[in-house]
C-alpha cells in the first residue's frame, strides 16, 4: 500500500492469500467431518469448538514469542506449520487427530495475526497503525470472500482438494516472504533486546497487574459476544421464528450486504480515527451495534428491514473492531506489544461462548430476549473500554508529569 514500508506492504499481502486458503477450506470443515468420519453434528461441534478454544489459548504464549524471537523467522515458522496443517489433516485415521492438527492451525493463525500486529506497531508511526489494521481487517474480508467461493469450485472436484490448496497457497506465500526476507535484518529497538524481555512467568505477571489490558481485554471478549458469530445467532434466531427456508435467504442476504460495506468502507472510516478520539468513535460503534440489534428484533419477515438493521450493524464492526486493537496500542510496552496482543486474542473465546449463551436463551425464554442480551453486552463492553481509557489516561498524565 502506498506510504507503508515494503515489509507492511508484503505482510498485508501474506495476510489476504493466507486468508483465502482459510476460506478455501474451513467454511466446509463440518461437512468433510461428517461423511469422512460419519460423525454426529454434536461430535462435529466438540472437535470444532475444542480445537478453536486449544488455539486461542495457545496464542497466549505465542504472543510472548513474538517478543522473545525474531519475528520475521516466526512468520516463516507459523505459515510452513500452517500449511503442514492442512496437508495432514486428509490423512489422520481418527477424529481426535484432527482435534491436534486443528488446534496448530489455529494457533498458527493466531501467532501470525499477533506477529502481524506486533510488526505494524514497529514499523509504522502511530498515526498510520489504524490504518495499517483497518486495510489488514479490509483484505481478510476479501480473502474470505474469495476463499469460499474457490472452495465450492474446487470442493466439487474432490472433498480432498481444499485442503491441498489451502496448504499449498500458505507454501508460496512461504516461499515469496522468503525471497523477500532474504538478507533483511529486523530492526529492533534498544526496549526489545534479549537481555530487556522478562521470562514468561514474569511476562505473566506483567499482564496480570495491568488493569488496563484486564479491562480492554474484557471490553473485547463482550464485543466478540455481540459480532463473533453473528450469522450463527441470526440463524439460530431465524430457524426459532421461522422457516429454515426464509432463515437460509436472510443469512445469505445479511452476508452480502455485511461483506460489501466493510470493504467498501472500512479503509474510509478509518482515516478519522486517531488514539485521541478513539473513545467517542468506540461509542458511536456501539450505538451502531445497538441500533442494528434492534433492528433484527423487529425486523419479523420483513427482508428489508434485515438487510438495513445488517447495514447499521456492519457499520459498528469496521468501527470497534480497528479501535480495539488501537486501545492495545496504546497502553502495550514497546518490548511487549506481542504480549498484549496475545492477551486480548483471548477475546475470541467471546465469539465461540455466543453460540451457548444464545442457544439457551433461545430454548427457554422468549427469542427477543436474545437481542436483549446482545444489547447489555454491547453496553458493558463500552463500559470496560471506559474504565480501562481512564486508568490509561491517568497512566499517562502521570508518566508526562515524572519528565
Given at each position: 500500500?502506498?506510504?507503508?514500508?515494503?515489509?507492511?506492504?508484503?505482510?498485508?499481502?501474506?495476510?489476504?492469500?493466507?486468508?483465502?486458503?482459510?476460506?478455501?477450506?474451513?467454511?466446509?470443515?463440518?461437512?468433510?467431518?461428517?461423511?469422512?468420519?460419519?460423525?454426529?453434528?454434536?461430535?462435529?461441534?466438540?472437535?470444532?469448538?475444542?480445537?478453536?478454544?486449544?488455539g486461542i489459548l495457545a496464542s497466549l504464549y505465542g504472543g510472548y514469542l513474538v517478543d522473545k524471537f525474531s519475528k520475521n523467522r516466526l512468520i516463516l515458522l507459523s505459515i510452513v506449520?500452517?500449511?503442514?496443517?492442512?496437508?495432514?489433516?486428509?490423512?489422520?485415521?481418527?477424529?481426535?487427530?484432527?482435534?491436534?492438527?486443528?488446534?496448530?492451525?489455529?494457533?498458527?493463525?493466531?501467532?501470525?495475526?499477533?506477529?502481524?500486529?506486533?510488526?505494524?506497531?514497529?514499523?509504522?508511526?502511530?498515526?498510520?497503525?489504524?490504518?495499517?489494521?483497518?486495510?489488514?481487517?479490509?483484505?481478510?474480508?476479501?480473502?474470505?470472500?474469495?476463499?469460499?467461493?474457490?472452495?465450492?469450485?474446487?470442493?466439487?472436484?474432490?472433498?480432498?482438494?481444499?485442503?491441498?490448496?489451502?496448504?499449498?497457497?500458505?507454501?508460496?506465500?512461504?516461499?515469496?516472504?522468503?525471497?523477500?526476507?532474504?538478507?533483511?535484518?529486523?530492526?529492533?529497538?534498544?526496549?526489545?533486546?534479549?537481555?530487556?524481555?522478562?521470562?514468561?512467568?514474569?511476562?505473566?505477571?506483567?499482564?496480570?497487574?495491568?488493569?488496563?489490558?484486564?479491562?480492554?481485554?474484557?471490553?473485547?471478549?463482550?464485543g466478540a459476544v455481540v459480532f463473533g458469530q453473528f450469522t450463527g445467532y441470526l440463524s439460530q434466531y431465524l430457524i426459532t421464528v421461522s422457516s429454515a427456508e426464509f432463515a437460509y435467504?436472510?443469512?445469505?442476504?445479511?452476508?452480502?450486504?455485511?461483506?460489501?460495506?466493510?470493504?467498501?468502507?472500512?479503509?474510509?472510516?478509518?482515516?478519522?480515527?486517531?488514539?485521541?478520539?478513539?473513545?467517542?468513535?468506540?461509542?458511536?460503534?456501539?450505538?451502531?451495534?445497538?441500533?442494528?440489534?434492534?433492528?433484527?428484533?423487529?425486523?419479523?419477515?420483513?427482508?428489508?428491514?434485515?438487510?438495513?438493521?445488517?447495514?447499521?450493524?456492519?457499520?459498528?464492526?469496521?468501527?470497534?473492531?480497528?479501535?480495539?486493537?488501537?486501545?492495545?496500542?496504546?497502553?502495550?510496552?514497546?518490548?511487549?506489544?506481542?504480549?498484549?496482543?496475545?492477551?486480548?486474542?483471548?477475546?475470541?473465546?467471546?465469539?465461540?461462548?455466543?453460540?451457548?449463551?444464545?442457544?439457551?436463551?433461545?430454548?427457554?425464554?422468549?427469542?427477543?430476549?436474545?437481542?436483549?442480551?446482545?444489547?447489555?453486552?454491547?453496553?458493558?463492553?463500552?463500559?470496560?473500554?471506559?474504565?480501562?481509557?481512564?486508568?490509561?489516561?491517568?497512566?499517562?498524565?502521570?508518566?508526562?508529569?515524572?519528565?
Amino acid at each position: 500500500m502506498k506510504g507503508f514500508p515494503s515489509l507492511i506492504n508484503m505482510l498485508l499481502a501474506s495476510s489476504l492469500v493466507l486468508t483465502i486458503g482459510r476460506g478455501v477450506t474451513l467454511p466446509f470443515i463440518t461437512i468433510y467431518l461428517t461423511e469422512h468420519f460419519h460423525l454426529l453434528p454434536k461430535s462435529v461441534g466438540v472437535i470444532l469448538g475444542v480445537s478453536l478454544t486449544l488455539g486461542i489459548l495457545a496464542s497466549l504464549y505465542g504472543g510472548y514469542l513474538v517478543d522473545k524471537f525474531s519475528k520475521n523467522r516466526l512468520i516463516l515458522l507459523s505459515i510452513v506449520l500452517f500449511a503442514l496443517s492442512f496437508f495432514a489433516i486428509p490423512w489422520i485415521p481418527r477424529p481426535g487427530g484432527v482435534i491436534v492438527v486443528l488446534a496448530i492451525l489455529h494457533t498458527c493463525y493466531s501467532v501470525l495475526s499477533i506477529t502481524i500486529k506486533a510488526c505494524f506497531a514497529d514499523g509504522l508511526p502511530v498515526e498510520q497503525r489504524i490504518k495499517a489494521f483497518s486495510i489488514n481487517y479490509t483484505l481478510v474480508n476479501v480473502g474470505w470472500a474469495i476463499g469460499s467461493a474457490l472452495g465450492v469450485l474446487v470442493a466439487g472436484l474432490s472433498p480432498l482438494l481444499p485442503f491441498y490448496l489451502s496448504g499449498g497457497l500458505a507454501l508460496a506465500t512461504v516461499a515469496a516472504l522468503s525471497l523477500r526476507l532474504r538478507g533483511r535484518q529486523q530492526r529492533a529497538t534498544p526496549a526489545a533486546a534479549p537481555a530487556a524481555i522478562p521470562n514468561f512467568r514474569q511476562t505473566l505477571t506483567i499482564l496480570r497487574s495491568d488493569r488496563r489490558l484486564i479491562y480492554f481485554t474484557l471490553g473485547s471478549t463482550l464485543g466478540a459476544v455481540v459480532f463473533g458469530q453473528f450469522t450463527g445467532y441470526l440463524s439460530q434466531y431465524l430457524i426459532t421464528v421461522s422457516s429454515a427456508e426464509f432463515a437460509y435467504k436472510i443469512i445469505g442476504l445479511v452476508m452480502i450486504v455485511n461483506a460489501s460495506i466493510v470493504i467498501a468502507l472500512q479503509y474510509l472510516l478509518s482515516r478519522g480515527m486517531r488514539q485521541e478520539n478513539m473513545l467517542r468513535w468506540l461509542v458511536l460503534g456501539t450505538l451502531f451495534f445497538i441500533v442494528g440489534l434492534l433492528g433484527f428484533m423487529a425486523a419479523g419477515q420483513a427482508v428489508w428491514l434485515w438487510l438495513a438493521a445488517m447495514a447499521v450493524f456492519t457499520l459498528g464492526e469496521i468501527i470497534v473492531i480497528p479501535v480495539e486493537y488501537m486501545f492495545i496500542d496504546f497502553i502495550a510496552p514497546p518490548h511487549l506489544k506481542g504480549s498484549y496482543y496475545g492477551v486480548q486474542n483471548l477475546s475470541a473465546l467471546g465469539g465461540a461462548i455466543n453460540p451457548v449463551l444464545c442457544g439457551v436463551l433461545l430454548s427457554y425464554a422468549a427469542p427477543p430476549l436474545m437481542f436483549v442480551m446482545l444489547v447489555g453486552a454491547a453496553l458493558l463492553s463500552l463500559l470496560f473500554f471506559f474504565l480501562g481509557h481512564r486508568l490509561a489516561e491517568h497512566a499517562a498524565a502521570a508518566a508526562e508529569d515524572t519528565r
